[in-house]
């Protein structure tokens, strides 16, 4: 476990400084470098900490506050260290996504999980019962939305049933079952099978967030109540094989819409376990926009902050108008949006300041970025500060990150696992 939570980081990783000796990741915040006085190879994804301690805490106060738990999707940051954190402000567990991405969870110490997915290849099921045979206490859960995927866990002969949820679908969308009578006849038929417990039900409502309140709602509210006839029909039937029902859902940009619905009266107990995994950095593009919509429909003002940005520096200035910053696709996410230019440090200086309201940025190649409005107060080795839209595909183009105070100081670092 120390390798995986503690490794050693040498300038192989893209952003170490080349003339540091290899460093274990806990000593990284001890070194005391300043990510504007040139101590860091740009470009640089850096965590900011005081908005990801604030993040931690503020969605795991919302779930708290409504008897609910969270579960966290750790396919966000894939980070073992983000993971500690997370467990440590309260979370009920982690989710995942494949049974590759629970094993790094399991090492890390994660013993309750989700893996919001279809669980169906011999030798993802082979690896999961070996997982739960080897972990003392480890509680894992997966997605069951067709016949043909309980023949193929039968077919694999489990020594012990695996837990699973009934998924609730939509048409068009991914996963999940379309109708309230396809998932009754999966429920009954998995509660008669030997090689799965039926533990709960489960929907995801992400993929029909478009940003307007009323379509948001509306959405939300009909496939929450499709859960709940689901929940409810299989608790009368006596289908749960479990002391509580598992009820589960809520991606990062409508999570407020679903609080409601994730505890449904029934017979026995209700756990239910909201799963946003964005929020511990937040962006400041599609959550930011998506989830100011929830901070106004709840009511509290301000509530989770960006946490994540890419720290480039001008490394062209070839016309009026327009400036290459040394940071493009390899570097930071666009597949939602292109990065925002959230501030900037002049060459020679160790703060950020305000920027240019017409900066903006225009395009991304592999290792470039294009920085168009009024360039003329820059000169080449200005540092420019990038925000980002969905942190997810960030993450995953990155090793290690520093975390860096208000004064950006390197303080800890963490590493990801993809």
Known sequence: MNDLLDPLLDAASKGFPPRSPPLRRSQVGAQGWRVLAGDMPLPLAVILQQPLQHNLGWLQGL??????????????TMSPQLFQRQLDAGAWGLTFASVGQLGVGVRAGVRRAIIANQVFMPLD??????????????????????LAQLELIEAAQPAAGFEVLVEVGVPGGRTGCRGHDEAMALARRA????????????????????????????????????????????????????PEVIVSAGGSG???????????????????????????????GAYRRLVSAAERRLGCGPGLEAALVVVGAVQSLPEPG???????????????????????????????????ASWQISGLNDQHAYLRGDTSPLQVGDRIVL????????????????????????????????
């Not at 779930?63 to 966000?76: C, D, S, V």
């Not at 099921?125 to 939305?145: E, K, M, S, Y």
């Not at 709940?228 to 094989?241: S, T, V, Y």
């Not at 959230?342 to 300041?353: K, N, S």
């Open 125 to 146: 099921l082979a690896a999961l019962a070996a997982l739960l045979h080897h972990t003392p206490g480890l509680r894992v859960l997966f997605l069951l939305d067709s």
């Open 254 to 284: 409508l999570f407020d819409l679903v609080l409601p619905g994730l505890r449904p009266a029934m017979s026995r107990p209700v756990q239910g376990l909201l799963r946003s995994g964005c929020y511990i950095t937040h962006d400041q």
């Open 322 to 356: 327009l400036a290459i910053v040394n940071a493009g696709k390899r570097d930071i996410s666009f597949d939602m949006g292109l990065p925002t230019v959230e501030a900037w440090a002049p060459r020679g200086t160790t703060a950020v300041q305000p920027l240019p």
């Open 387 to 418: 925000g980002l839209s969905h942190p997810c595909t960030t993450f995953d183009k990155w090793r290690w990150m520093p975390v860096v105070d208000e004064h950006w100081r390197v303080v800890d670092a963490i590493t990801t696992c993809f």
């Open 191 to 242: 509660h008669a099978s030997r090689a799965v417990r039926l533990a709960g039900v489960e929907c995801y409502e992400g993929l029909g967030a478009t940003g307007d309140d009323a379509a948001d709602r509306a959405h939300v509210e009909a496939l929450m109540q499709r859960l709940a006839a689901l929940a409810r029909q299989c608790d009368a039937e006596a289908l749960f094989e479990s």
């Open 63 to 76: 779930a708290r506050a409504h008897g609910l738990g969270l579960a966290p999707h750790g396919k966000t």
